[in-house]
T-cell receptor, first 114, second 112 residues
Framework: NAGVTQTPKFQVLKTGQSMTLQCAQD?????MYWYRQDPGMGLRLIYY???????DKGEVPNGYNVSRLNKREFSLRLESAAPSQTSVYFC?????????????FGAGTRLSVL | KQEVTQIPAALSVPEGENLVLNCSFT??????LQWFRQDPGKGLTSLLL?????REQTSGRLNASLDKSSGRSTLYIAASQPGDSATYLC???????????FGTGTRLLVSP
């Protein structure tokens, strides 16, 4: 099983460029999440999708947009990248709304904005 | 705003020791608490999930406890092994949507 797959694994952008981070899960999960991880700050939630067709803001949504393309895919878009968006981005998914369901994480996308 | 703190930030122990990692949170109105493991350059793996109504959860050599009223959780690792070397993260959720708030982690090194 592939689980949660993120592409690309690494990316370098110049300030002002745009890009989309892709995330796909093959576990038929309903909920999906995007986090960023910065040194000394832990992981912070950017956006989440409780189910197909819905998205909502997390703690740090500014500068990002998301699309829940279908049940499998949840993409994160940077319209005009800034150096402050240099980070490691993680996508996660979980089966549904039961509080007993854990989140499964992808391996991450390491993004540098110059 | 919920804040999660993990102490110590780093810990180095010889193989075979029992150890305790600490996690504290400022708002006791949590839905559940999870402990994760992160290996260098990798994603996170969920280790244990404790519902707000539970006091502890066990998986193999791992035992996590939760004292919601005091805003604390501990992760106990018995008979540590070099393969346990990783960063351990604590996270809390205030709803079933599981919008997690993470601590900054404890980096554990177990020496042979």
């Amino acid at each position: 099983n592939a689980g949660v797959t993120q592409t690309p694994k690494f990316q370098v952008l110049k300030t002002g460029q745009s890009m989309t981070l892709q995330c796909a899960q093959d576990m038929n999960h309903n909920s999906m999440y995007w986090y960023r991880q910065d040194p000394g700050m832990g992981l912070r939630l950017i956006y989440y999708s409780a189910s197909e067709g819905t998205t909502d803001k997390g703690e740090v949504p500014n500068g990002y947009n998301v699309s829940r393309l279908n049940k499998r895919e949840f993409s994160l878009r940077l319209e005009s990248a800034a150096p402050s968006q240099t980070s490691v981005y993680f996508c996660a998914s979980r089966p549904g709304q039961s509080g007993k369901n854990i989140q499964y994480f992808g391996a991450g996308t390491r993004l540098s904005v110059l | 705003k919920q804040e999660v703190t993990q102490i110590p930030a780093a810990l180095s122990v010889p193989e075979g020791e029992n150890l305790v990692l600490n996690c504290s949170f400022t708002d006791s109105a949590i839905y559940n608490l999870q402990w994760f493991r992160q290996d260098p350059g990798k994603g996170l793996t969920s280790l244990l999930l404790i519902q707000s109504s539970q006091r502890e959860q066990t998986s193999g050599r791992l035992n996590a406890s939760l004292d919601k009223s005091s805003g604390r959780s501990t992760l106990y690792i018995a008979a540590s092994q070099p393969g346990d070397s990783a960063t351990y993260l604590c996270a809390v959720s205030d709803t079933g949507f599981q919008k997690l708030v993470f601590g900054t982690g404890t980096r554990l090194l177990v020496s042979p």
